[in-house]
């Protein structure tokens, strides 16, 4: 079961890949700035979490316009998911949680993910939301069981212009 609102959001620092090369992004270097939306997808390059990055992709005005920053996170690799982006054209920065730690302390990790065909990985992130406010305490948290499912962006959107 995922962190619960009210919970300090755990701080992380993962890699991503930008036009001047790989970079880190911190957590906690947001807090005091706006608020956060974490966006866990299970996998670059599949059908849902295409759908979904670039849907969020096409609508960050408006979440720059409710004060917060987005970033997806997977366990793909920065330059995998970098290729992934260029090809869809996502804009959002994507955070590599390689190791899966990020999607584990969260607790939106599979125990296993597509086990009925054969691709038993564990530690693969469950389709996911966080809204992190200011001070880095969440206020926002839908983890999905089902991969094809996408977090309801209506409630996510409320939520932020509450915070704002």
């Not at 001047?20 to 966006?39: A, E, H, M, R, Y």
């Not at 469950?126 to 406010?133: N, S």
């Amino acid at each position: 079961m995922a962190l619960s609102i009210g919970t300090k959001a755990p701080d992380f620092t993962l890699s991503t890949k930008t036009a001047d090369g790989p970079k880190q992004i911190t957590l906690s270097d947001q807090f005091g700035k706006g608020n956060t939306v974490l966006l866990f997808f299970p996998m670059a390059f599949t059908g849902t979490c295409t759908t979904e990055m670039c849907s969020v992709s096409e609508d960050t005005s408006a979440y720059s316009s409710l004060n917060a920053t987005v970033y997806g996170i997977s366990g793909d690799n920065p330059f995998a998911q970098e290729a992934w982006a260029q090809k869809e054209k996502i804009t959002l920065p994507l955070l590599s949680d390689y190791e899966h730690q990020v999607a584990r302390a969260y607790d939106v990790a599979y125990d296993s993910f597509l086990p009925q065909i054969g691709l038993p990985m564990g530690g693969v992130p469950k389709r996911a939301a966080f809204i992190i406010d200011r001070e880095g305490v969440i206020q926002y948290v839908e983890s999905l069981e089902d991969a094809r499912e996408i977090p309801d962006f209506d409630k996510v959107k409320a939520k932020l212009a509450e915070l704002k």
